[in-house]
Every structure is written in C-alpha cells, then in structure tokens.
Nanobody, 119 residues
Framework: QVQLVESGGGSVQTGGSLRLSCTASGSGFSVSAMGWKRQASGNIREMVAGITHGGSTNYADSVKGRFTISRDNAKNTVYLEMDRLKPEDTAVYYC?????????????WGQGTQVTVSS
C-alpha cells in the first residue's frame, strides 16, 4: 500500500522560513507529478506549487519568489522551502502525488501539516 508521509511545518513569525517534506513509501509504484496544496480555515483547498518528474515547476502567484519546490526522485520525496512567510500563508499544507501502482494511476495525499505564521 502506498502512502505519503509529511514532515516539517510549525509556527514562525512573519518573515521566517519553514521547510516541508513529503515521502511516498510502499512497494511496486512509480511517482509522476508531485506538489503541495493548502487549506486555510474556512477556505477551499488551493494549489501552492507543483513539480513534474522531470523537474518542471509551477507556483501560485501568491507564493512566487518566496516558495521553492524541489524533489528527489531516488527518494520519492518532494520538498517545499518557504521563505519570507506571511500571516496569510497560515494553513494546513497537504502534499499530493500522481502515483501508478498495480497498473492503476491515482492521486495520493499526505496527512496534512499545520503552518502558522504570526505577525
């Protein structure tokens, strides 16, 4: 069974930095695109950043220039480096991955990690 496990997150002040990690584990699977979405209280889940297996990236306008997504394909891990954090970045952050396992492709999600930025 494939699962995504997140780590990182926490509480920082405005202007601080945090790094999130997310690793896909299991057996007999391959990972395509990976990325991060976030959901603030009372809001819908929104895209933050995505990265293809080949390393092409895309970002939400609200995080461009402050967040950096990267991945290590050998470790099936995606990272999100978040710099110059703002209070509006406060949310639960979820990693996701497009995974093929047992001949079937599905989207998998991490358990979510809280990021809180105080002013």
């Amino acid at each position: 069974q494939v699962q995504l496990v997140e780590s990182g997150g926490g509480s920082v002040q405005t202007g601080g930095s945090l790094r999130l990690s997310c690793t896909a584990s299991g057996s007999g699977f391959s990972v395509s695109a990976m990325g991060w979405k976030r959901q603030a209280s009372g809001n819908i889940r929104e895209m933050v950043a995505g990265i293809t297996h080949g390393g092409s990236t895309n970002y939400a306008d609200s995080v461009k220039g402050r967040f950096t997504i990267s991945r290590d394909n050998a470790k099936n891990t995606v990272y999100l480096e978040m710099d110059r954090l703002k209070p509006e970045d406060t949310a639960v952050y979820y990693c996701f991955a497009e995974i093929v396992a047992g001949g079937r492709g599905d989207d998998y999600w991490g358990q979510g990690t809280q990021v809180t930025v105080s002013s």
